[in-house]
């Protein structure tokens, strides 16, 4: 799922009918499912897409070192690495490598919607408490308290 789609999905959840308090709060086990169910799809996700980036990682740490073998290396579609490097030099060229800052890319995005759904689902925990605090406002408001 897309930020823009788990952004207009929270749009449409987070909206409270204060007026009908029981119903929402009745809401609120259906809705820590959903987006709970929700963050184990986009953490599952997430594992798999950082699998994928640690070993692109490695193996450009071994054609950059010139460690890998030519099978490997034409199927990946590289070109022979002629450069002498050594291993302090290494960590530049992979942050300048643009089919691995790509992934590391992909894999921050998927990082940002964990923690989006996050507090997602925090604020369905605190949502009781907001209601009630809504109650208690209106029976202050009324003179009832």
């Known amino acids: ?40 799809n986009e953490k599952q996700r997430y594992l798999m897409i950082k699998q994928d980036y640690d070993v692109l990682r490695l193996a450009k740490f071994d054609w950059l070192l010139g460690r890998m073998d030519e099978a490997e290396r034409e199927r990946r579609g590289w070109p022979i690495q002629h450069l002498r490097l050594v291993r302090t030099e290494i960590d530049a060229y992979l942050v300048g490598d643009a089919e691995l800052a790509a992934a590391k890319t992909k894999l921050e995005m998927q990082n940002t919607k ?23 406002y209106l029976k202050f408001s009324q003179g009832s308290m």
């Open 1 to 40: 799922m897309t930020l823009d789609k788990l952004h207009a999905e929270w749009a449409v959840d987070s909206d409270l009918d204060l007026s009908q308090p029981d119903k929402e709060l009745r809401k609120i086990p259906t809705l820590h499912s959903k987006w709970w169910n929700i963050y184990t």
């Open 114 to 136: 964990l923690d989006f759904i996050e507090d997602i689902i925090k604020t369905i925990g605190n949502r009781g408490f907001s209601i009630k605090t809504y109650v208690e």
